[in-house]
């Protein structure tokens, strides 16, 4: 038998193929193309300045994609993201204003009746983490689908951050809490700086540690992962937890970059969240994807937008072509794997 | 050879620059079966693509009853008579059988359905397949052999002259399998020619009249069946001298009993939507010792692995690892004693097939290359692959390469390679060379020798008699969820095991 081993060939199948490396690094070629082509157009695009600008804008929607990408590996979706985000921005506020009897009090930057910046986050977070272990609880205890789970959870706590608002915003924090919205350290802004830090900690997860490749196994095939041992519905509940986690964090920046909380903010972010993982290559389906494609494909959106907004081009048309890239992303995800498949 | 029906002349095709098939001839006669055989990659599923209009070929031409033919979609072929049986069947699970058969082609007048019409014809058809059920059950309630045969009647329906088959008894009982070919001999004599595609070569020589062998893209041979043997096509397949099936060499069983399974039952239903239920399975596996497990499919055999395994729960019964009581919920917990299971449908059940080497064959034994218990210590991981690399010859590219760029046995390698990587008591290997070519069969069957060689007490499911025959140093019957038998594998003959599996043990 070792004579058969030895004769036979070795697979030919894989070779570097320029198809497949142009398909591999798609998002980013498109990403040159677009802030290229836009600083042609637009000589204040390719400034220091806007750059920054455009990073501070995306890092909430980024920290959003980071959970968001950890929920899509393993096929399922969180459509709720951003109302539990209104939420737990909402109980960050609450507390830093020291209760809700202080709430509608408009703050000159020293309320010095609320908690410290440290006890906000943490509640934030907490809500945010509380809502998604709900939601995973749902899903893998009762088999609920997750966009069902998630669309009543989208309008639940929707509905919990009106009850909870009294519908006026909660605006006025003191300066150590705003610092995380609005700082800077050197020319980077916070939020870029805690975007980044998230990233690679979400992408040390994904790629080296067992349970980034237990994630992964969940998506690629539920069935085989749970008949190689793993613990299938333990890891789906944590990847809500873990949405739900980014979903607090980023509804704390969110609340000090505004200076204010309101039962509205967030709404619609799931799209544009959901946009960002997908453009980054990440499947629907499950089992494929990484951080840097959603770094990517966020910042791509972030872009996009900014220069459409450079060129005068009217909020109404940016949502069209928002809407159709996230089409035409899918659409070419599914173009590259059938050639793969006949190759 | 009769007249000719089919000819495929010089048919040339690659992909990006990679030739898939090269100056390929496929001759089918009038109401001829026709074997076409090749080992997994040999070229056949691409020539299947191209003759039923799936793929456009770069070169060479298709004649059909004297005609040059040109197919530029699945609808071109089957207009002219070419109808295709995929192994992985395509009815509409919601809809009934009648409807299923006639998908597309429903008879009424303008946009209107008739039924009446609908469910007769459908009903004609049926009973020439030798389906006898109502046409308005739903194809989500028949069985795969029962979905298959409606496939047929809607080949059927569509007045075909060649149907194509692609392994269409890889998932059917040895029962189910007489039928299909009771049904296919009656074509042959309807003057209807079929391809068929198979691994198994008993039922070349049982059921084909000629064959044509491909290897490596090309065309090697056609001939006669009635002028060779199967020793023959298996050289001609691999190009090289095996002998058919090698029988385990001196086993080295040992008296230690390694898993102990008693009385375990379960109800039908069970949970489980179709489960079988189990009787009061009773068998025990020594350390060192093949047990092979031979039983129809729905006999119970897959759900008694399944059930000790934890993968499906089960009413009473005990099992025993080493002399201690078992009680599974989980995979999990099987597993940390000591138990592995290679399950029946490898991408299914077993692989992450978008995924690299390194991620499907270090899933089950993270332990054993992580540092601080959360880290994949990607050092171990590599020193791990290369070694199971060598010891079970997998060939790959390397540790990135995706598992389903593999073929057949090398994936299945994989997984056996998963479960040794965590050094298991008792290996069950459910299926183990189901959709293997010959050549791999060979050598997966000698890794199952080495391992029970190490000591790990192996159970081996297989539909395949001659497989149980040659690799198990001892043989269970298993019939309708309940153990009809037990013989030495050197006591044992197929006519034996089929008695065993197939007439009631009661009465016996």
Same mark, same amino acid.
């Given at each position: ?139 893998? *205890? ?202 | ?85 995929? #192994? ?65 009647? !809607? ?110 039952? *379960?109800? *039908? ?79 299914? #059940? ?17 332990? *054993? ?80 020798? #080495? ?22 140093? !001892? ?34």
């Amino acid at each position: 038998m070792a004579q058969v081993a030895a004769e036979a060939p070795v697979p030919k199948r894989q070779q570097i193929r320029p198809f497949n490396v142009v398909a591999r690094f798609a998002p980013v070629l498109f990403l040159v193309v677009l802030m290229i082509g836009f600083s042609i157009l637009e000589p204040r695009f390719l400034t220091p300045l806007n750059l920054f600008n455009v990073l501070r804008q995306v890092s909430i929607y980024g920290l959003l994609a980071i959970g968001m990408t950890f929920v899509i590996l393993t096929a399922g979706i969180d459509l709720s993201i951003g109302s539990i985000l209104a939420l737990a921005g909402l109980v960050a506020a609450v507390v830093a204003k020291g209760g809700l009897d202080n709430r509608f009090s408009v703050g000159d930057g020293s309320a010095a009746t609320g908690f410290g910046w440290e006890v906000a986050a943490l509640a934030a977070i907490g809500v945010g983490v509380a809502a998604g272990f709900v939601q995973g609880l749902a899903i893998t *205890r009762f088999k609920v689908p997750p966009f069902v789970v998630t669309l009543g959870g989208m309008s639940a706590f929707r509905g919990a951050a009106l009850l909870f608002s009294g519908g006026g915003p909660v605006s006025g924090f003191d300066e150590a809490f705003v610092w995380w919205g609005q700082g800077k350290l050197g020319p980077v802004p916070v939020p870029v700086l805690i975007f980044v830090l998230f990233a690679i900690i979400a992408h040390i997860t994904l790629s080296y540690t067992r349970y980034g490749r237990q994630i992964y196994a969940v998506g690629g095939n539920p069935e085989a992962a749970r008949l190689a041992g793993l613990n299938v519905q333990k890891i789906i509940l944590s990847v809500y937890v873990i949405t739900g986690f980014f979903a607090g964090l980023g509804a704390f920046v969110l609340a000090a970059r505004l200076n204010s909380a309101e039962a509205v903010a967030g709404t619609g972010f799931e799209l544009t969240v959901i946009a960002s993982v997908v453009i980054g290559g990440t499947s629907l389906f499950g089992g494929t994807g990484t951080i840097f494609g959603t770094v990517i494909g966020t910042v791509l959106i972030g872009v996009l937008l900014n220069g459409l907004v450079l060129l005068d081009v009217s909020a109404y048309v940016q949502q069209i072509i928002i809407g159709m890239i996230i089409v035409l992303a899918v659409a070419f995800d599914t173009f590259v794997k059938s050639r793969r498949r006949i190759l | 050879m009769r007249q000719p029906l089919l000819q495929m002349n010089g048919i040339t095709k690659s992909f990006g620059g990679i030739s898939a098939l090269r100056a390929v001839d496929l001759r089918v006669g009038a109401g001829e079966v026709h074997a076409l055989l090749g080992e997994n990659g040999a070229g056949k599923s691409t020539l299947l693509k191209i003759l039923s209009g799936a793929q456009s070929p770069d070169a060479g031409e298709i004649n059909l009853l004297g005609a040059k033919a040109t197919f530029n979609s699945p609808q071109d072929a089957q207009r002219s008579g070419i109808a295709t049986i995929y #192994q992985e069947l395509t009815l509409v699970p919601g809809m009934s059988i009648a409807e299923n058969i006639f998908l597309g082609r429903e008879p009424g007048r303008a946009s209107f359905v008739d039924w009446g019409r609908l469910v007769d014809e459908a009903q004609g058809l049926m009973s020439k397949v030798g389906l006898e059920k109502n046409p308005r059950i739903l194809a989500r309630d028949l069985s795969v052999a029962e979905q298959q045969l409606v496939e047929i009647a !809607r080949a059927l329906s569509m007045r075909s002259k060649l149907i194509i088959m692609d392994e269409p008894t890889a998932a059917l009982s040895n029962a189910e399998v007489d039928r299909l070919f009771d049904i296919v001999s009656g074509f042959r004599d309807e003057g209807l020619s079929v391809i068929f595609v198979t691994h198994r070569l008993e039922e070349v020589m049982r059921v084909c009249d000629r064959f044509t062998i491909l290897r490596d893209g090309a065309f090697v041979c056609e001939g006669d069946v009635a002028d060779t043997s199967i020793d023959a096509i298996i050289r001609h397949m691999v190009g090289r001298e095996i002998t058919a099936m090698q029988r385990r060499p001196a086993p080295a069983a040992t008296e230690r009993v390694v898993l102990r399974v008693e009385n375990l039952s *379960r109800r *039908r239903g069970a949970e489980g939507l179709n489960a079988m239920a189990l009787h009061d399975v009773c068998f025990e596996v020594r350390r060192g010792e093949i047990l092979g497990i031979a039983g129809l499919v729905g006999s119970g055999r897959t759900e008694t692995a399944r059930a000790v395994f934890g993968a499906d729960p089960f009413d009473s019964g005990n099992i025993f690892i080493d002399g201690v009581s078992l009680r599974p919920t989980s995979p999990q917990d099987a597993i940390r004693r000591g138990i592995g299971l290679v399950p029946e449908d490898r991408k299914q #059940q077993a692989l992450f097939l978008s995924q690299s080497i390194r991620a499907n064959l270090t899933v089950a034994a993270q332990d *054993r290359v992580s540092r601080l218990g959360v880290f994949i210590d990607s050092g171990a991981e590599d020193t791990l692959i290369s070694e199971y690399r060598k010891l079970l010859r997998i060939r790959m590219l390397g540790p990135e390469q995706i598992v389903s760029d593999l073929s057949g046995g090398n994936q299945q390698k994989i997984v056996l390679a998963r479960w040794l990587a965590l050094g298991p008591k008792v290996l069950i290997v459910d299926e183990p060379t189901r959709g293997i070519d010959v050549g791999a069969k060979a050598e997966v069957h000698n890794l199952l020798f #080495q391992m029970a060689s190490t000591g790990i007490a192996i159970v081996v499911i297989s539909s395949e008699l001659p497989e149980v025959l040659a690799i198990s140093d !001892r043989i269970i019957t298993m019939r309708e969820g309940r153990v009809t038998g037990e013989v030495q594998a050197d006591d044992a003959n197929p006519e034996m095991l089929m008695a065993l599996m197939t007439v009631d043990a009661v009465a016996a």
